[in-house]
């Protein structure tokens, strides 16, 4: 039985109550809604909207809260940002400032986050279907480590670096047969889900390995799932982990790796995300025996606060007893609410919608879908056409699932950092059929 999430959570924040639980964003009695001291109607009047709208300081400090909080704890993981939350080149180079390596799931990324000037040696690939050539422009490139998933891909890559006369540093990804307690489109660490290989076949799997050409395996990932506020189902698989890794070092092998994943989840209303001390010292308890190097991949933790989605009210209509506000941003854009059922918090940018009294509103694109909703019952006051409304949170999993459904342009971006600067031009319609061909 799945639980739509929103049937076990307290009553709706209020929008005050939304704004308080984010340090980035203040309401000004004069400029409205500004997203690390900018006001959001500057960046609407200069760039339009829908826009994205990402703060270099948000995503400075969530870096630098993670690395704290393990560094309190006595570890040192090496922090590989998921680059699929959020790939823009200007994220990726700010994390990359920061320190961060990259986790990539594809050739694209792998490229992105080189261009990015990332070293493909503080990169690691994941993924359940990598291709032959995937493999081969990594090992081209003295990739890090490979995250191998099942004895297909061991084969291929194996025939692949002897082939070239590469050596691959790998690690088996273990499905540790946890429940993350997560919306079910995003766990991926049960047994039935397609991610990893089980526990009980990587022994044999791993002394496989250790007898291949081109191949030296150096321990073992995991990754659970995603947005995932308690440490408990952490404590499970990474306990199974450390299990396996005494198994395997008994078995005589060599295992100096242990990749954690990522997963990390943030709070979308106005409740915390995953303590991040409980968090560490949850590593801590669980690998401090082992004496093996951290990883970790976090994707959504560092990117979603750091992003809203800029939109504009189109019209307001009524019908029966529904209230709809229709926006210029649509499922197009921000596919989460469609796809997961997610919640994102809504404020408006004027300091009088803010204050205003609300009423419930289902707050929709204009896209052909009924599923193109961002809120169903949302208290918003009343909204003319022009307000402007911020979609918060949405720095990971948003552009990079936008789509041009409905033959619409993607939306342009904008990157806060002290002044606001586009980082993403917004589309011209003329490039949705550019590169279409009419034989
Ligand atoms: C998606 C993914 C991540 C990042 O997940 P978040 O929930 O964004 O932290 C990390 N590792 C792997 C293998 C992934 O697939």
Request: aromatic fraction near 6%; include cysteine.
């Amino acid at each position: 039985m799945s639980i739509p999430q929103t049937d076990f959570l307290a009553a709706e924040p209020s929008l005050a109550e939304l704004l308080a639980a984010r340090p980035a964003l203040k309401m000004h009695a004069q400029d409205g809604l500004c997203f690390e001291n900018v006001p959001l109607n500057a960046i609407a009047d200069a760039f339009g909207t829908p826009v994205w709208v990402y703060g270099a300081a948000t995503l400075r400090a969530r870096y630098g809260a993670l690395k704290s909080a393990f560094a309190q704890a006595g570890l040192a993981p090496r922090l590989h940002y998921a680059v699929k939350a959020n790939d823009h080149l200007a994220i990726l180079s700010l994390l990359r400032e920061q320190g961060a390596g990259a986790d990539v799931v594809s050739r694209g990324e792998f490229l992105r986050a080189q261009k990015a000037g990332i070293d493909p040696k503080d990169i690691v690939f994941s993924g359940v279907g990598k291709t032959a050539e995937d493999l081969r422009a990594a090992l081209a490139q003295n990739i890090g480590q490979i995250n191998v998933e099942s004895p297909a891909e061991l084969a291929l890559l194996s025939a692949i670096a002897a082939a070239m006369g590469k050596t691959a540093s790998i690690v088996l990804r273990m499905n540790p047969d946890v429940d993350a307690g997560t919306h079910a489109k995003i766990t991926t660490g049960r047994a039935d889900n397609k991610f990893g290989v089980a526990a009980h076949e990587i022994p044999a799997l791993y002394a496989h390995a250790a007898t291949l050409p081109g191949i030296q395996p150096i321990g073992l990932a995991l990754h659970i799932g995603s947005q995932i506020l308690s440490p408990a189902p952490y404590a499970a698989a990474f306990g199974k982990a450390a299990a396996l890794i005494n198994h395997l070092r008994a078995a005589g092998q060599t295992v100096t790796t242990l990749d954690l994943g990522g997963g990390l989840g943030v709070g979308y209303r106005d409740e915390p995300g995953i303590s991040l001390a409980a968090f560490a010292h949850t590593v801590r308890r669980a690998t401090a025996e082992l004496g093996v190097s951290l990883i970790l991949e976090p994707g959504r933790y560092l990117a979603a606060p750091a992003g809203l989605l800029l939109t504009s009210v189109i019209l307001e209509k009524q019908n029966g007893a529904k209230r709809f506000c229709v926006l210029d941003a649509a499922m197009n854009d921000l596919i989460r609410p469609a796809m997961y059922d997610s919640y994102h918090a809504i404020l408006p940018v004027s300091p009088v919608d803010f204050l205003a009294e609300t009423t419930a509103a289902d707050i929709v694109g204009p896209v052909c879908e009924t599923g193109d909703t961002f809120a169903t019952g949302r208290a918003m006051p009343p909204l003319r056409p022009g307000a402007r409304l911020a979609i918060l949170d949405a720095g990971a999993y948003g552009a990079v699932m936008s789509s041009t459904y409905n033959a619409r342009p993607r939306a342009a971006a904008v990157l806060i950092d002290g002044t606001p600067k586009l980082i993403t031009p917004r589309q011209a319609i003329e490039d949705l059929w550019s590169s279409e061909i009419v034989p």
